[in-house]
């Protein structure tokens, strides 16, 4: 019995996306990426933690040489007071003035964090910046994002797995769904 296999029956309530599913749309999202940039250098920057999966997955399908690189960031007031502050907690090794940079990210959700983070990464001078998320709530963003590539837009609703976190706990789930009510009781 896999990992996979005990969180499944024990905790998930139901499952919005499985391993294949997830893995046809990076192959889809993939191909526009290789076209979109042909020929031209490509940096990586994945957020963690949540975005380990994503950038593993979509990095290992792309058929072409990336740079990987990452940044870990703090958010604040994303609940209740909604300022939308970020503290960079680890950043980027590479210096990124006049490089293609696209963004990888598990979730947008509020669109607090990532609209902090692109007008960061602007101010540096990159030849562009663009954003590869494979999840978008749309019906709960507060701060618009312009998203190049979006995996599959949700229900605004909370998710775990493929990355996505509650409390730390379910990073290592194959497949993406929503939680049991006991969980959080
Ligand atoms: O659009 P927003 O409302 O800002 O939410 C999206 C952000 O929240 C999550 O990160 P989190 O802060 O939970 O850190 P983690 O990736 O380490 O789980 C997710 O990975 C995004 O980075
Ligand atoms: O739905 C979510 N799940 C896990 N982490 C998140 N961070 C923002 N939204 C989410
Ligand atoms: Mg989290």
Not at 32 to 55: N, Q
Not at 72 to 93: C, E, N, W
Not at 103 to 121: H, K, M, P, Q, Y
Request: charged fraction near 30%.
């Amino acid at each position: 019995m896999d990992i996979e296999h005990i969180t499944d029956d024990l905790d998930l309530e139901k499952t919005l996306f499985s391993e294949d599913e997830i893995r046809n749309r990076l192959g889809e999202l993939a191909k526009r990426i290789e076209s979109d940039y042909d020929g031209e250098d490509l940096l990586l920057v994945g957020v963690l933690k949540g975005a380990v999966m994503v950038m593993a997955d979509l990095a290992r399908t792309l058929d072409r040489h990336v740079e990987m690189d990452w940044m870990a960031i703090s958010s604040y007031g994303s609940g209740t007071t909604s300022s939308g502050v970020v503290r960079i907690l680890k950043d980027l090794d590479a210096d990124i003035t006049g490089r293609h940079v696209l963004v990888v990210e598990d979730i947008i959700d509020t669109g607090l964090t990532l609209s902090w983070l692109i007008s960061n990464l602007r101010s540096r001078g990159p030849a562009s910046v663009e954003i590869c998320t494979l999840l978008r709530k749309p019906d709960a963003q507060k701060m618009s994002v312009d998203v190049r590539y979006v995996g599959f837009d949700i229900a605004n609703e909370f998710v775990v797995g493929y990355g996505l976190d509650y409390a730390e706990k379910y990073r290592n789930l194959r497949s993406i769904g929503t939680l049991a009510p006991h969980v959080y009781s």
